[in-house]
């Protein structure tokens, strides 16, 4: 049976983010009031991140297969790891960063993936899948990547350097957020500081570790969905946020600027997988695929402002969108500082006991 706390969350955004929240849970109370009247429609349930789909594919995908899509959120890595590994059951896809794959594939808690079944891996960047931790997608299919970024405000701030340094402007104490994830936040700091943001050499991670406790005497919070609202409102003036969401509320706000710091950041990839005790791994084979239809890619690329390693979409899009030049950046250089988050197997331990230790100080 599937467990269903903490899944479904609802916040604010923006108004076609807040849309899709909403069409989410209805969606989600209508699939389960049809399992509990005997309805034997097929139901894909998809743990993923949230803003993470345009919900007009979502539809369409339900009419072509006759099927219902309910979407289940999480807020970190971490957090659908120990609810997956916990024996969490009814899932059918999951979304979880390269990384994370690598860990749940160590645990053997995900199904090879058959691609006598995916007729549509052909259409995924080559060049993306020669730096990928599943080159040959065995239990993973690239679904979107990005930069980490980090926003502020040019009306409170004016022209800055593009640096991890915004953390301790002082015009912009207590307004300011860093992302709640240790991957995330202390890797920035390792990268501050000159040293590899997959670090497990623990002088470099304590080192990091205090660069981070003095950046926490800058910030409201640590936080994973409220900056998106915050910096669009005004009631922060600097994030550190997913570029992808960024992008689109820039787009939106002309006051709102996103750089890639210039020390570098990570490179995150999310994958679609599905969970070894899915209940319905037929229709989650055609929902990868699906995905990974060129036209259906470029238009979810366009609609939540991300990057998937699609070769055959690139030509679809539009010129604007292709021009983004956190996306698909001319500044090869500093396009190479952004790294893709690894696995760091048992040294993750290192990690969380630093993790701790920040949010203690």
Same mark, same amino acid.
């Given at each position: 049976?599937?467990?269903?706390?903490?899944?479904?969350?609802?916040?604010?955004?923006?108004?076609?983010?807040?849309?899709?929240?909403?069409?989410?849970?209805?969606? =989600?109370?209508?699939?389960?009031?049809?399992?509990?009247?005997?309805?034997?429609?097929?139901?894909?349930?998809?743990?993923?991140?949230?803003?993470?789909?345009?919900?007009?594919?979502?539809?369409?995908?339900?009419?072509?297969?006759?099927?219902?899509?309910?979407?289940?959120?999480?807020?970190?890595?971490?957090?659908?790891?120990?609810?997956?590994?916990?024996?969490?059951?009814?899932?059918?896809?999951?979304? +979880?960063?390269?990384?994370?794959?690598? =860990?749940?594939?160590?645990?053997?808690?995900?199904?090879?993936? &058959?691609?006598?079944?995916?007729?549509?891996?052909?259409?995924?960047?080559? *060049?993306?899948?020669?730096?990928?931790?599943?080159?040959?997608?065995? /239990?993973?299919?690239?679904?979107?990547?990005?930069?980490?970024?980090?926003? /502020?405000?040019?009306?409170?701030?004016?022209?800055?350097?593009?640096?991890?340094?915004?953390?301790? #402007?002082?015009?912009?104490?207590?307004?300011?957020?860093?992302?709640?994830?240790?991957?995330?936040?202390?890797?920035?700091?390792?990268?501050?500081?000159?040293?590899?943001?997959?670090?497990?050499?623990?002088?470099?991670? =304590?080192?990091?570790?205090?660069?981070?406790?003095?950046?926490?005497?800058?910030?409201?919070?640590?936080?994973?969905?409220?900056?998106?609202? *915050?910096?669009?409102?005004?009631?922060?003036?600097?994030?550190?946020? /997913?570029?992808?969401?960024? !992008?689109?509320?820039?787009?939106?706000?002309? &006051?709102?600027?996103?750089?890639?710091?210039?020390?570098?950041?990570?490179?995150?990839?999310?994958?679609?997988?599905?969970?070894?005790?899915?209940?319905?791994?037929?229709?989650?084979?055609?929902? !990868?695929?699906?995905?990974?239809?060129?036209?259906?890619?470029?238009?979810?690329?366009?609609?939540?402002?991300?990057?998937?390693? #699609?070769?055959?979409?690139? %030509?679809?899009?539009?010129?604007?969108? %292709?021009?983004?030049?956190?996306?698909? +950046? &001319?500044?090869?250089?500093?396009?190479?500082?952004?790294?893709?988050?690894?696995?760091? *197997?048992?040294?993750?331990?290192?990690?969380?006991?630093?993790?701790?230790?920040?949010?203690?100080?």
């Amino acid at each position: 049976m599937l467990d269903f706390t903490a899944c479904e969350r609802l916040n604010s955004a923006m108004d076609r983010r807040t849309f899709l929240r909403h069409s989410s849970a209805a969606l =989600a109370t209508a699939a389960f009031s049809s399992c509990s009247t005997g309805a034997e429609i097929p139901t894909l349930h998809v743990f993923t991140w949230s803003d993470y789909l345009d919900p007009a594919l979502q539809q369409k995908f339900e009419t072509l297969h006759k099927c219902k899509v309910v979407i289940h959120t999480f807020d970190s890595n971490e957090s659908m790891f120990a609810k997956i590994k916990g024996g969490a059951a009814g899932y059918d896809v999951l979304v +979880p960063s390269s990384y994370m794959v690598k =860990a749940l594939v160590r645990e053997n808690l995900l199904l090879k993936l &058959d691609h006598s079944k995916l007729s549509r891996l052909k259409n995924i960047d080559a *060049g993306h899948l020669s730096k990928s931790l599943d080159p040959k997608m065995e /239990y993973s299919v690239p679904y979107m990547s990005a930069p980490t970024c980090v926003a /502020y405000l040019g009306s409170k701030l004016g022209n800055i350097e593009p640096s991890y340094s915004i953390f301790t #402007n002082a015009t912009a104490k207590g307004r300011t957020t860093l992302l709640n994830d240790m991957r995330e936040v202390i890797g920035a700091a390792l990268l501050s500081l000159g040293f590899s943001m997959n670090s497990v050499d623990s002088d470099e991670i =304590a080192k990091a570790s205090q660069v981070v406790i003095e950046w926490k005497k800058n910030i409201a919070k640590f936080d994973n969905e409220q900056y998106k609202s *915050g910096i669009a409102s005004g009631e922060f003036f600097v994030v550190q946020g /997913y570029a992808g969401e960024l !992008i689109t509320i820039a787009a939106e706000n002309e &006051d709102v600027q996103v750089f890639i710091p210039k020390e570098g950041s990570a490179s995150s990839c999310d994958d679609l997988c599905i969970p070894a005790n899915a209940p319905n791994p037929a229709l989650a084979m055609e929902w !990868i695929d699906f995905l990974c239809e060129a036209e259906i890619a470029a238009q979810n690329m366009e609609y939540i402002g991300y990057r998937a390693p #699609n070769s055959a979409a690139y %030509r679809l899009l539009s010129e604007d969108f %292709r021009g983004n030049q956190i996306l698909f +950046p &001319d500044d090869e250089a500093l396009f190479a500082k952004c790294v893709p988050i690894d696995d760091i *197997g048992d040294n993750v331990t290192v990690w969380s006991a630093a993790w701790d230790q920040i949010k203690a100080s």
